[in-house]
């Protein structure tokens, strides 16, 4: 049975959908803003919150961290100095993972490098996630496996021999393993999101969880997932879509995350258990639209009754109609008036 525990919440096949809010950089490298989104993530009913977390110098060639980064959504003039002014360090982290803490909720991050993610084990991450562009990085993946807590997996723009690669260095180390489908394109279009992987993962890696990283404008894909199998969903989030960065655009805002939490905890309780059966709360609508079966004008006892004889009329208080054909050609024992309905009590 596939199985991911993580503090106190257990992942599976029968479970709630654990939602993550993928803060990511979008607290602008502002500690106050970042607590302000993960109150903000609690409030929606999310189960964890999630950062990024590089080590940039050791991450990037040099030529890409002096790399002049002129745009909109710079926070350097290089992408270097970019990416510094994003990145929060050991007192960030602890602050944050206290008020985590305070609220109940899950806080993790992304670790992009070896540093990175031995920094977050200092920190007693409960959760380690790897991004999709480190899908076929297996010394990075073989590394935060040995640190022994439950991984997740972005799997966007990559094949399933990459998937499949992944996944056999990591078990033999760390069977507490998720994979997520991905698209690795932000936003992502509707065309480009192929939910049925989540079938195929489902089908090829049976031991392990299998979720889903969403990187479209709305809820609806992730809904579509859950009831296709997936247990995890990642969603960005900000607080506004009109703050500076690349990711604000397609990132949830609180009504829309708020939403989707709601519509993923419906989905679980209307899928319900397979077995068809008749609920009190359709009792008495159905026999208020039901039919039974009825006198089709003023009839006398020793009448022989035809198809003319018979209606069929609301409401359902009588013989179902499906019974037509037994009770044509039955004779009546009493007189009966228009409208009143058949028992086979009366036929013979």
Do not use: W
């Given at each position: 049975m596939r199985k991911l525990i993580v503090n106190d919440f257990t992942i599976s096949d029968d479970s709630d959908c654990f939602v993550i809010a993928e803060i990511g950089n979008n607290h602008q490298g502002d500690l106050q803003k970042a607590m302000e989104m993960f109150k903000a993530a609690?409030?929606?009913?999310?189960?964890?919150?999630?950062?990024?977390?590089?080590?940039?110098?050791s991450l990037l060639t040099r030529a890409a961290y002096e790399k002049p980064y002129d745009n909109e959504n710079s926070f350097g003039a290089t992408y270097g100095q970019h990416r510094e002014a994003l990145e929060f360090g050991r007192k960030e982290y602890d602050a944050l993972k206290k008020y985590a803490h305070e609220l109940d909720l899950i806080m993790f991050a992304t670790a992009f490098d070896f540093n990175s993610a031995d920094f977050l084990a200092e920190l007693d991450m409960p959760l380690y996630k790897i991004a999709s562009g480190d899908l076929k990085n297996t010394p990075l993946l073989r590394h935060v496996a040995k640190l022994g807590k439950p991984m997740i997996i972005s799997t966007g723009g990559g094949t399933m021999e990459d998937v499949q690669r992944a996944y056999d260095v990591i078990m033999p180390i760390n069977s507490q393993l998720c994979i997520l489908q991905c698209t690795a394109s932000y936003p992502a279009e509707p065309q480009d999101l192929n939910l049925r992987v989540i079938t195929t993962y489902r089908e090829r890696f049976p031991d392990v969880v299998i979720g889903l990283s969403?990187?479209?404008?709305?809820?609806?894909?992730?809904?579509?997932?859950?009831?296709?199998?997936?247990?995890?969903?990642?969603?960005?989030?900000?607080?506004?879509h009109t703050w500076k960065g690349t990711d604000h655009a397609f990132s949830l805002e609180p009504i829309g995350m708020r939403k989707l939490v709601r519509d993923l905890r419906r989905v679980k309780v209307a899928m319900g258990d397979?077995?068809?059966?008749?609920?009190?709360?359709?009792?008495?609508?159905?026999?208020?639209?039901?039919?039974?079966?009825?006198?089709?004008?003023?009839?006398?006892?020793?009448?022989?009754?035809?198809?003319?004889?018979?209606?069929?009329?609301?409401?359902?208080?009588?013989?179902?109609?499906?019974?037509?054909d037994n009770v044509i050609g039955k004779t009546l024992a009493i007189d009966i008036d228009e409208d009143t309905g058949f028992s086979f009590e009366i036929l013979k």
């Open positions: 609690k409030e929606c009913g999310v189960d964890a919150v999630k950062l990024q977390k590089r080590d940039n110098k969403d990187h479209e404008n709305g809820i609806a894909m992730a809904l579509a997932a859950y009831v296709l199998g997936s247990r995890v969903v990642e969603q960005h989030f900000t607080l506004n397979g077995e068809k059966k008749i609920y009190p709360s359709e009792i008495n609508p159905i026999h208020k639209m039901g039919k039974k079966l009825v006198a089709a004008r003023d009839l006398q006892a020793g009448h022989k009754l035809t198809r003319e004889d018979v209606a069929i009329k609301s409401p359902s208080d009588g013989i179902p109609p499906y019974e037509l």
